[in-house]
Antibody
């Protein structure tokens, strides 16, 4: 069964940093591109970042470019999102995803 | 960026009746290199993460009831539910993944009358 389990979400002050993790299982992780999406409270879905299977190709939404860094460890079948210079508007549920499969998400709250 | 526009934004439906959601993209989602149209439909049920219903325009995902179907071409797409059931409530999103940034429609909230 394909599964992604996110962790690392918590309350953080504006300007702070956070690292999200995603543990993947049930598929050949090293052959799939992986993605992060987010959903602000009561709002729609937003793509955040993508990384190719070998980490050669990486893409970011303009809203997070220069502040967020996506990475992966194929040996640990894990995906990461390093988030720096966090803002109130980054408050959201962050979802780890593979094509067609999403995790349950982890909540990040940026507030003083 | 490719802009995705969904209509309607709210859809009240009587159980057993059909329903239809439209999605329009600001540019064609057809990839002439591989012949695929990169338009997916997701349903987010209350309190859950999004689940794929239809991928690449018209392919029904595993486990999705056959009352769901996707159609369209180029820039105009439709998700149809032949007979709505109570378990179909939630927010439906179209998503394009032809190009980065990946973009979504605003979402259509389906509710049971």
């Amino acid at each position: 069964e394909v599964q992604m389990v996110e962790s690392g979400g918590r309350l953080v002050r504006p300007g702070g940093s956070l690292r999200l993790s995603c543990a993947a299982s049930g598929f050949n992780f090293s052959t799939y591109s992986m993605l992060w999406f987010r959903q602000a409270p009561g709002k729609g879905l937003e793509w955040v970042s993508s990384i190719s299977a070998t980490s050669r190709y990486i893409y970011y939404a303009d809203s997070v470019k220069g502040r967020f860094t996506i990475s992966r460890d194929n040996a640990k079948t894990s995906l990461y999102l390093q988030m720096n210079s966090l803002r109130a508007e980054d408050t959201a549920i962050y979802y780890c995803a593979r094509t067609y499969f999403w995790g349950r998400g982890t909540l990040v709250t940026v507030s003083s | 960026d490719i802009v995705m526009t969904q209509t309607p934004l709210s859809l009240p439906v009587t159980p057993g009746e059909p329903a239809s959601i439209s999605c329009r993209s600001s540019q064609s989602l057809f990839d002439s290199d591989d012949g695929n149209t990169y338009l997916d439909w997701y349903l987010q049920k209350p309190g859950q993460s999004p689940q794929v219903l239809i991928y690449r325009l018209s392919h029904r995902a595993s486990g999705v009831p056959d009352r769901f179907s996707g159609s369209g071409s180029g820039t105009d797409f439709t998700l149809k539910i032949s007979r709505v059931e109570a378990e179909d409530v939630g927010v439906y999103y179209c998503m394009q993944r032809l190009d980065f940034p990946i973009t979504f429609g605003q979402g259509t909230r389906l509710e049971i009358k």
